[in-house]
């Protein structure tokens, strides 16, 4: 038979245990941590995570260290990261792709959406521009549109692929435009942009990350931005709200999230250091200059934000009857 002392003994040293914060979360972190990326490297989402990256590097005092894995929509890198340890060694750049689309674009997903990935914050977002090439012949937003009324389903539009916010963005203004246009799904940003300057395709729906280069040049022409207000990048370019489609409103935007089952105590410890990073000067102008848009937030704003976009954009998508399999 046990004696009392002894059971109150081991009674106070299990209190003290579950109550004692996590060893590991306590040294975090310990090692490099691994930001793993669903595109390809040199892309708007790529650099996005090396520029933050770097900074939050400095704040840990660990190497963070970029890890693409490109493919299936990210669906390759997103289930990796979901059943990847829950340490907060393994964090994932998440989109509206990873986080709204897949789930009802797709039969089979290789993760739960809402219930495998820990949100540690938002990063940024670039508003969806419709753009022209340089022979199109649209002078501006209000010729474009003429035409397309003219003209239903006679013009070409390409976009970075099926499933993407910028075919989604491009769904959302023909229902609201009442137009039509014949969408060319690109494999990526980099194709469709050069088929765009080589005049194969007349108009391509553009983030700005993918082709500030070309718009500071003058080589294509933004005509009319899918944002709530003017981008101030573009701020001689006209929004679909002013044009009458108050309805149209799309961006793609970009969060940070971990393995679900990671300790609280590493998810805020990451939450905070990502809002500092995110609210770095530095890292502000740079991602200004290539045409993202700084927007922290944390992770309850992202889960309510989150919880809007597929209340959006699943209406949609089951109202166009889009599938991708």
């Known amino acids: 038979m046990i004696k009392m002392p002894r059971l109150a003994a081991a009674l106070l040293a299990l209190s003290a245990t579950m109550l004692a914060p996590d060893a590991s979360a306590q040294s975090y972190p310990a090692r490099q941590v691994r930001w793993v990326v669903g ?11 090396r ?31 979901a059943h990847a340890a829950p340490d907060g060694y393994t964090v994932l750049s998440a989109d509206n792709g990873v986080l709204v689309y897949n789930p009802v674009l797709y039969k089979k997903v290789p993760y739960d959406a809402e219930k495998d990935f820990a949100l540690l914050g938002m990063m940024g977002r670039s508003a969806l521009v419709i753009t022209a090439g340089p022979n199109a012949g649209f002078a501006d937003a209000k010729a474009l549109l003429a035409e397309l009324k003219r003209s239903p389903g006679k013009y070409s539009i390409g976009t970075p692929g099926n499933g993407s916010p910028h075919h989604l963005a491009l769904e959302l203004f023909q229902r609201e435009a009442g137009v039509s246009l014949l969408h060319v799904p690109y494999k990526g940003g980099a194709p469709a942009m ?33 944002s709530a207000e003017r981008m101030p990048q573009l701020p001689n370019v006209p929004t679909a709200k002013e044009l009458g489609f108050a309805n149209v409103e799309a961006y793609a935007w970009q969060g940070l999230v971990a393995p679900a089952a990671t300790p609280k105590e590493i998810q805020a410890r990451l939450g905070a250091e990502l809002a500092k990073t995110m609210n770095d000067p530095g890292v502000r102008q740079k991602l200004f200059d290539a045409g993202w848009e700084a927007r922290p937030a944390d992770a309850a704003e992202m889960a309510r934000y989150a919880d809007s976009e597929r209340k959006k954009w699943h209406a949609l998508i089951k109202a166009r009857d889009i599938k991708l399999d």
């Open 39 to 49: 595109y390809p490297a040199g892309g708007g989402t790529d650099f996005l995570a």
């Open 51 to 81: 520029t933050a990256g770097a900074q939050l590097s400095q704040q840990l005092g660990q190497p963070v260290v970029i890890d693409n894995r490109p493919g299936a929509a990210a669906m390759i890198a997103s289930e990796h990261v």
């Open 194 to 226: 050069q088929d765009l300057l080589a005049g194969q395709v007349p108009l391509i729906v553009l983030d700005l990350p993918s082709g500030v280069g070309a718009v500071k040049a003058g080589k294509i022409t933004p005509l009319i931005a899918l």
